[in-house]
């Protein structure tokens, strides 16, 4: 049997909601002081206006998620990282050079990406460097030297030169 969470805002987000309910299983029915109810409830607002303002932020979400799921289930409370942390610091994608990684970057984490040319097939392109170097824009050095480098050298720490 597997706990979910359940909850429904039947109102727009300016009105708050007037009752939360959480299932554990059949015929089960958690019991939440108000105080717990309350958080929930502030903290789903804050999450809706978070989205309504930034509709790609996928890892807010999932800390989110991961912060209520932990009241009900103790190896989520057990958890030393976030989701959004876990995900930085165990994954990796290159993106295609018709992708724009700077949007993709605005919408998650500079941590996330890095470079690849893809040589020598085709889909790399003729300029993948001045490719990405657009869509980057004006971002800062530092999130260059993370795509160009530093999010390589992270996952392959003996690639770095002494």
């Not at 429904?8 to 939360?20: L, M």
């Not at 029915?29 to 790609?56: H, Y």
């Not at 057990?78 to 959004?84: D, E």
Request: net charge negative; glycine share 4%; hydrophobic share 40%.
């Amino acid at each position: 049997m597997s706990d979910t969470i359940d909850l429904h805002i039947s109102k727009p987000v300016e009105a708050p909601a007037r009752r939360v309910e959480v299932f554990t299983g059949a015929g089960r029915r958690r019991r939440w002081s108000a105080q717990d109810k309350a958080a929930i409830v502030a903290d789903w607002d804050n999450v809706l206006l978070d989205l309504e303002a930034d509709p790609m932020r996928c890892r807010d979400r999932l800390d989110w998620v991961a912060k209520h799921w932990s009241r009900i289930d103790q190896r989520v409370a057990g958890f030393t990282r976030t989701p959004a942390q876990q995900l930085c610091q165990q994954m990796a994608f290159t993106p295609f050079v018709f992708e724009n990684v700077g949007d993709l970057i605005d919408q998650s984490s500079p941590d996330l990406y890095l470079f690849s040319s893809d040589y020598p097939h085709v889909e790399g392109g003729r300029d993948p460097i001045a490719r990405f170097e657009k869509s980057l824009g004006d971002r800062p050095d530092a999130i260059r030297d993370r795509f160009y480098a530093e999010n390589f050298l992270r996952i392959f720490p003996a690639a770095r030169a002494a």
